[in-house]
């Protein structure tokens, strides 16, 4: 399975704008979405209020339960975006420890590879896969509702992943 494009990037830029796709070479999409966008709005906080199903599973250190990846949510001059970070490393002093699994695209104060931590309330999203189930994955099942039905098709296809 091809995890960065699982990945596509679900991670998601607030602007003042309607939701856009930027296409970006060699690199996972990123979605442009507005800060007042209700929907979007709403799976951040389903995914927040949820977040206890992803400390279950990580905590079980089954193999059945993979690629535990969570959402954080980066502000750096007035700019916010949300990338995934992969590689979870646990959680110690209500912070866990991961991997920046996206190049960024507007914040510069991080870079992909780069070990960070995340506190719970930064967190917009968390998933893991089982058997190659989504569980979790609020804004990327958003997305790929919005999605046209062919990228729905090359989605399920690259990754691999059953929504």
């Known amino acids: ?13 607030f602007f003042g704008c309607n939701t856009k796709k930027i296409e970006r070479e060699n690199e996972p999409d990123i979605y442009e979405v507005q800060s007042s966008d209700v929907e979007m709005n ?12 992803f400390d279950i599973a990580f905590k079980n250190n089954s193999r059945v339960f993979t690629f535990f990846s969570l959402k954080k949510r980066f502000e750096e001059n007035g700019n916010i975006e949300h990338i995934w970070i992969g590689n979870i490393q646990g959680f110690k002093d209500e ?10 695209e507007i914040i510069k104060n991080v870079k992909l ?21 989504l569980h979790g994955g ?8 919005r ?3 062919s990228e729905r098709n090359d989605f ?5 992943i059953k929504l």
């Open 1 to 13: 399975m091809k995890n960065n494009i699982l990945l596509l990037s679900f991670f998601i830029i």
């Open 42 to 53: 709403q799976a951040i906080e389903n995914a927040k209020k949820t977040l206890d199903s």
């Open 95 to 104: 912070k866990y420890k991961g991997v920046i699994d996206n190049l960024p």
């Open 113 to 133: 590879g780069d070990t960070v931590e995340i506190n719970k309330n930064e967190i917009s999203d968390w998933m893991y896969l089982k058997n190659s189930k």
């Open 138 to 145: 609020y804004t990327i099942r958003l997305l790929v509702k």
């Open 147 to 149: 999605m046209s039905k």
């Open 156 to 160: 399920e296809t690259n990754s691999g």
